[in-house]
């Protein structure tokens, strides 16, 4: 699998930016994507991940109401939409695929990630 994120790039606080992160090289469907971030000198971090079918979403208590993941089958493709950006969102976000449906906030449950996408939020 080759998961191909885009979409960073440097924002206000308070702006918006949509990550997208497009698969190839398995079925897209009936594995499950999540969304990850690592800020300097800090452990990489759940942000949000959604189901195969789009049905189920969940996120972190920090981007919770802020940041919404959303998924195109047909075109292989994971969003995740960014609004009222703070400072401490500045990250490096990584998309990651997994075929599993236990424990989706844990990094290692993951067997396949993007190269990363940096956000960078001014204050």
């Known amino acids: 699998v080759q998961l191909q994120a885009s979409g960073g790039g440097l924002v206000q606080a308070g702006g918006s930016l949509k990550l997208s992160c497009a698969a190839s090289g398995r079925p897209f469907t009936s594995y499950n994507m999540g969304w990850f971030r690592q800020a300097p000198g800090k452990e990489r971090e759940f942000v949000a991940f959604i189901t195969w079918s789009g049905g189920r979403t969940y996120y972190a208590e920090t981007v919770k109401g802020r940041f919404t993941i959303s998924r195109d089958n047909a075109k292989n493709t994971v969003y995740l939409q960014m609004n009222s950006l703070k400072f401490e969102d500045t990250a490096v976000y990584y998309c990651?695929?997994?075929?599993?449906?236990?424990?989706?906030?844990?990094?290692?449950?993951?067997?396949?990630w993007g190269q990363g996408t940096l956000v960078t939020v001014s204050s």
């Open positions: 990651a695929w997994t075929p599993t449906s236990y424990d989706l906030i844990r990094p290692s449950n993951y067997d396949y």
